[in-house]
């Protein structure tokens, strides 16, 4: 279904690229941290991080077993597209953290960033270990058959210039390394 929704656009417009359909949140399956999508609210998390404790509990991620299906999507659609590239994507670190700290979606980040300021040891565990989520994901999906990749930082703009170079850019930085 993935590999069909990706195709759509490539089909109908004949557009330059293909990006892969799949959703950002993806990688906090294997975590364990029990997110559903909820008609209406979107994703809701049963078990949000909110203390050390919480950072601990996440489970270690093997992106070619625990997210094998977006990898088969992948190849399914690179033996499809042909001349046309694929391209692959995650959530950046900040995004993905916010909807692990907030439980869901958020218009104001008030406990990521309550995090961020009040929890300094908590939020740069959290983000370590997403970071590197992230870029294992990401190379798995490189590997798989994706020609390009993006990380989507879709809430980024909650913070300051200077906050994002505090709290944010070295993780985003490692993923791209």
Not at 48 to 77: C, F, H, N, Q, T
Not at 159 to 169: A, G, M
Request: with cysteine; glycine share 8%; proline share 7%.
């Amino acid at each position: 279904l993935a590999a069909e929704v990706t195709l759509q656009p490539v089909r109908a417009l004949g557009v330059d690229a293909a990006i892969l359909f799949a959703d950002i949140l993806l990688p906090a399956i294997p975590l364990g941290v029990g997110l559903e999508f909820a008609k209406g609210e979107g994703p809701v998390l049963q078990n949000p991080v909110r203390a050390m404790e919480d950072v601990k509990k996440l489970r270690p991620v093997d992106p070619e077993s625990d997210l094998g299906y977006v990898m088969d999507a992948i190849r399914l659609l690179r033996r499809t597209l042909r001349s046309v590239p694929l391209i692959g994507f995650c959530g950046a670190p900040f995004t993905v953290a916010s909807y692990l700290i907030e439980g869901g979606s958020s218009r104001e980040f008030l406990k990521t960033k309550t995090m961020m300021y009040s929890a300094p040891e908590v939020w740069h565990a959290l983000m370590e270990k997403l970071s590197g989520v992230l870029a294992d994901y990401l190379a798995a999906q490189i590997r798989a058959g994706a020609q390009a990749a993006q990380v989507f930082d879709s809430w980024v703009g909650a913070l300051s210039p200077q906050d994002y170079e505090n709290f944010v850019l070295p993780y985003s930085q490692k993923i791209l390394q």
